[in-house]
Structure formats: C-alpha cells, structure tokens
C-alpha cells in the first residue's frame, strides 16, 4: 500500500525553464520530508528536505513546497540544467512498527534537454 | 563526506544459494538500512538497524535476515536466493534526532538470482 505516490513516472523539460515535480501522500502524521537524486548507477543522494511546520524551503535554485491540507509536496527547480537530468524521489518520515521510518515514492525520471 | 560503500556492484547468483551484501559507513551513524528498488515501486525498507546487535523488520522482510555486530557495518542475508529477489539493493545511513535523519546512500548492489 503505497503512502507516499509521484503520479508522474517521467516529466521533460527544456534548459532555462522551471520542472515541477509532484509528490502526495496519505498519512497525515508524516512529519519530515525530504527529496533524493538518483543517477544511473548510484545511490540516491540527499537534495532538499522540509519539516511539516513550514509550508516553503528554498535552497539555490531548488525550493520545496508543503501543502499540509492536500497531503501534496512539490520540487521546483528553476532554472532547469541539463545535469539535473535523473530521478528524483520524495519520501516522508512516519512511525513505522518500531520507531521512525522513511516511506518512499516511486520515482520521476526528470530529463533536461539543452 | 559521509561514505557509504557496498561490497559488491554486482552479483550474480543461483536459486537456492546464501547470499551475502556487505555495507560500511564510516561517520559514526546509529541508523542502518537496507531497501530494494524495483520498478514502479521506488524504495521498500526490508531491514534496518538503530544500535549494534539491534534490527527491526521494514516493510518486506520476508525472505531476508540482517547481522549488526559492529556499528559500522549491516549485513543483508538472503538465505536461499529466489528469481524474485531480482533487484537492486541499496544501503543507507543516517544520524539519530530530529530533522538530522537525512540518510546516506550506498551505489547499491545489483542481485540477478539465475
């Protein structure tokens, strides 16, 4: 049953735009959220996270945006280059069985054409 | 930098066979994970570790076991390899506290069980 869902298994956008990328989940209790980078042939690497008081994080040219009513998080990256080309996952922090636990989207392929 | 290295990139193995993936982090991390990502199903936690000689079952452990003798290492154990075991296996740590679980992930192991 997947909590954390990226409806959009793949977006391409030109260089020089903004990508939006979609993120929504189901367990209200989330409380941490956070988005990795995946490229091919490596592991996910930390890119951008936001605690569920805030409703905006902005770091350079990516910023994080929280709607705690829709259950929606979002990734803007503006503007877009062609090394942001790769896959970009959310995940959000949740009680597990035992102790926090990361519970993760399936994944948006993001390519960046020059 | 936080290190997080696999012992293998990939592994080839046959049905039935025990298989071993090693990881070692190198800054000190209380948490450990092991996850798998297939496609359209982005990351499942299988095990994870928040002490030495402690693990707790993720979502899908059926199948697995996991060793933490020394802070720095967490072993995933396939005891009897299966064709669906098929995947990509990703180790990850993280620090213990609020908003400081980012974690850090391995380039991930790719298990073909023949």
């Known amino acids: 049953d997947q909590q954390v869902k990226q409806n959009s298994p793949s977006l391409s956008v030109q260089e020089g735009r903004i990508s939006i990328l979609n993120c929504d989940y189901t367990?209200?209790?989330?409380?941490?959220f956070l988005w990795y980078k995946k490229y091919p042939a490596e592991g996910p690497t930390f890119l951008i996270s936001?605690?569920?008081?805030?409703d905006k994080n902005e770091d350079g040219r990516f910023t994080v945006f929280l709607n705690k009513s829709a259950k929606h998080l979002s990734l803007h990256i503006v503007p877009s280059q062609p090394g942001d080309s790769a896959v970009y996952f959310c995940a959000a922090r949740g009680k597990g069985n035992t102790g926090n636990q990361f519970y993760f989207g399936t994944g948006t392929s993001l390519t960046v054409i020059p | 930098d936080v290190k997080v290295t696999q012992s293998s990139r990939y592994l080839v193995k046959r049905t039935g066979e025990k298989v071993f993936l090693e990881c070692v982090q190198d800054m000190d991390h209380e948490n450990m994970f092991w996850y798998r990502q297939d496609p359209g199903l982005g990351l499942r936690l299988i095990y994870f570790?928040?002490?030495?000689?402690?693990?707790e079952k993720g979502d899908i452990p059926e199948g697995y076991s996991v060793s933490r003798e020394k802070k720095e290492r967490f072993s995933l154990i396939l005891e009897s390899a299966s064709t669906n075991q098929t995947s990509m296996y990703l180790c990850?740590?993280?620090?213990?506290?609020?908003?400081?679980?980012?974690?850090?992930f391995g380039p991930g192991t790719r298990l073909l069980v023949l």
């Open positions: 990850a740590s993280s620090l213990t506290g609020a908003n400081k679980e980012t974690q850090y």
């Open positions: 570790s928040y002490d030495v000689k402690m693990k």
């Open positions: 936001i605690s569920s008081i805030k």
């Open positions: 367990n209200s209790m989330f409380d941490y």
